[in-house]
T-cell receptor
Framework: GESVGLHLPTLSVQEGDNSIINCAYS??????FIWYKQESGKGPQFIID?????DKRQGQRVTVLLNKTVKHLSLQIAATQPGDSAVYFC???????????FGTGTRLQVTL | NAGVTQTPKFRILKIGQSMTLQCTQD?????MYWYRQDPGMGLKLIYY???????DKGEVPNGYNVSRSTTEDFPLRLELAAPSQTSVYFC?????????????FGPGTRLLVL
């Protein structure tokens, strides 16, 4: 079946730098995408989402970019802080509102 | 609101034992989900429910059962525990309103089957 995948399993960035976490998706029917942050020992926490009728959406220090032409999603974190260290998952809905398909995750490590 | 709560936090089972993982949400959400997360992996959907009395299989339902007798509760049942069911289990919910697809997760139940 179609799946969501990530390019990099681990990303290491210095505190204060910007982080970019990438995600490739293959289900062209997906019209909703979401990013979650998961800290060690905790459940996934919603960060930001985007619909397929948008290319970009901004939140507080985070931006999600969607490129439907190449089926690519990215999460940008500005001025990365130690508290941003976590595993980040992208997910897509596969065109159905009732379910999400998750990628394997990228671990973000923030160095001082 | 407490959001999504799960009990227990951690459990060790012997092969062949059974147990029920509890999940409760106080947000009056129609949709509820059970996922499992193996080490270093993403979340795989086990079962989900779109409302009380309605359940459906996800990607990996074998070895599990669910019920949804109330809007608030969505227990997951393991009848004959196997080592392959060692994982972290997450429950999630979403409102079901049109255009609102964000799922909110509980803190997880860590299960070890020996």
């Amino acid at each position: 079946g179609e799946s969501v995948g990530l390019h990099l399993p681990t990303l290491s960035v210095q505190e204060g730098d910007n982080s970019i976490i990438n995600c490739a998706y293959s289900n062209s029917a997906s019209d909703y995408f979401i990013w979650y942050k998961q800290e060690s020992g905790k459940g996934p926490q919603f960060i930001i989402d985007i619909r397929s009728n948008m290319d970009k959406r901004q939140g507080q220090r985070v931006t999600v970019l969607l490129n439907k032409t190449v089926k690519h999603l990215s999460l940008q974190i500005a001025a990365t802080q130690p508290g941003d260290s976590a595993v980040y998952f992208c997910a897509e809905n596969g065109g159905t509102a009732s379910k999400l398909t998750f990628g394997t995750g990228t671990r973000l490590q923030v160095t001082l | 609101n407490a959001g999504v709560t799960q009990t227990p936090k951690f459990r060790i089972l012997k092969i062949g034992q059974s147990m029920t993982l509890q999940c409760t949400q106080d947000m009056n959400h129609n949709y509820m989900y059970w996922y499992r997360q193996d080490p270093g992996m993403g979340l795989k959907l086990i079962y989900y429910s779109v409302g009380a009395g309605i359940t459906d299989k996800g990607e990996v339902p074998n070895g599990y059962n669910v019920s949804r007798s109330t809007t608030e509760d969505f227990p997951l049942r393991l009848e004959l525990a196997a080592p392959s069911q060692t994982s972290v289990y997450f429950c999630a919910s979403r409102s079901g309103l049109a255009g609102v697809e964000t799922q909110y997760f509980g803190p997880g139940t860590r299960l070890l089957v020996l």
